[in-house]
Every structure is written in C-alpha cells, then in structure tokens.
C-alpha cells in the first residue's frame, strides 16, 4: 500500500528565504506526482504536476523535482514570500487509481 | 479560469440526517471524485466516476454513500444517515483525462451533531 509522508510537518521562516519542502512515498511505481497548496479552511489548489517521466517541473518561484528510483519529490520556493504561507500537500497517482495525500507541510513566511 | 464549485460551503445535520453535498465540475472534465479530509488528518479518497458510472471507491465509501451525475453538470454526494465520524470536509475534484492534474473545489465542511 503506497504511503506518502512529508517532512517537515511545519516549518517558519523569514521573508526572502529559499526553501525546500521534502516528500517521500513506499512505493516508486507511480505514474505521477502532484503538489497542492491548502489555505485555512479552503480547498486545494494544484500548484506542480510530474509526470514519472519527468525530473522537474517549474511554474514561477516553483520547482518541483522528482526522483522516482528513490521514492522522493521536493518543492523548492524561491525567495519566499508571506503570502506564501499555507499548507503544501504532495500527493501520488500511484498507476491508473486515485491520488494518495501526504500530510502536508504547514509552512509560515514571517515579515 | 474555470473552476470546480461546492455547495453549501457549510452544512450542519443531525445524526441519522441525510445530507446531500453539491459539486459542479469544470464543464469539459470527464472524471469525477469525492475526498474528504477530517479535521488534522490527510486527505482521503472516496470515490470516483467516469462515464456515468463508479470506477473506483475506497474502503470508506460503504452503503451509506452515493454518487450521482443527475443533469449532465452536477456531481452530487449522498450521506444516507450521518454518523458523527462523518463530520469532516468534504471535496470534490475532476479532471480531463485519468492522469491529468486534479483541480479541487473549495469543500464542503460537514458538522454532523
């Protein structure tokens, strides 16, 4: 059974900083990899797909890196920003069956 | 930018209560789900729908859950008789094709009391 875990589970840094957002996941047959930000209280917005037969995918201050071999994925945010501030889910399509969620990484920009 | 809606944003019920969750779609997406997440926890697979019909559902979508596509816009989630464990928010989400990315609407939060 596929298990995605993300680390670490919050995180709180100061405005401008790079970051780096860590997921992992058992089994490394997947088919693709997804990246979401949640708002409080809100829904989720797809920020990053790879498919598995891609190494990255960029969009803006995003990029996202997959090693599947590995069984690990990263989100790097580039000079981060307070509105910035959500929680980042990771998320796997493992084959032809529905996404799998990680827990998330709650993340805090601070002014 | 097309989006996926829910109604209500908010729903409150009784125990033993049926529920009906709303979901309008983006109009030229083919597949269809329901996740729910309980307060703290991930976010977990329900069902999903293609073609009319159920094509995969997980362990918690037992008899007390249904779906239906009623009048070709709509996507809809029936709660039968609500248990307290069912409080949760409750999302819907589709896509174009099977592998494409999943675009989420902004749930539906289910207190049940």
């Known amino acids: 059974k596929q298990e995605v875990t993300q680390i670490p589970a919050a995180l709180s840094v100061p405005e401008g900083e790079n970051l780096v957002l860590n997921c992992s996941f058992t089994?490394?047959?997947?088919?693709?990899l997804q990246w979401f930000r949640q708002d409080p209280g809100k829904g989720l917005t797809s920020l990053l797909l790879i498919q598995s037969s891609q190494r990255e995918q960029t969009s803006g201050r995003l990029n996202a890196s997959l090693d599947k071999s590995s069984g690990r994925s990263t989100l790097y945010i580039a000079a981060s920003q307070p509105g910035d501030s959500a929680t980042y889910l990771c998320?796997?399509?493992?084959?032809?069956?529905?996404?799998?969620f990680g827990k998330g990484t709650r993340l805090s920009v601070i002014a | 930018e097309p989006e996926v809606t829910q109604t209500p944003s908010h729903q409150v019920t009784q125990m033993g209560q049926e529920v009906i969750l709303r979901c309008v779609p983006i109009?030229?997406?083919?597949?269809f789900y329901w996740y729910r997440q309980i307060l703290g926890q991930k976010v977990e697979f329900l069902v999903s729908?293609?073609?009319?019909?159920?094509?995969?559902k997980s362990e918690i979508f037992d008899d007390q859950f249904s779906v239906e596509r009623p009048d070709g816009s709509n996507f809809t989630l029936k709660i039968r008789s609500t248990k307290l464990e069912d409080s949760a928010m409750y999302f819907c989400?589709?896509?174009?094709?099977?592998?494409?990315?999943?675009?989420f609407g902004n749930g539906t939060r289910l207190t049940v009391t």
């Open positions: 089994d490394s047959a997947i088919y693709n």
């Open positions: 998320a796997v399509r493992p084959g032809n069956t529905p996404l799998v």
């Open positions: 989400a589709s896509s174009y094709y099977l592998q494409s990315p999943l675009h």
């Open positions: 109009s030229n997406h083919l597949y």
């Open positions: 729908f293609y073609n009319n019909e159920i094509s995969e």
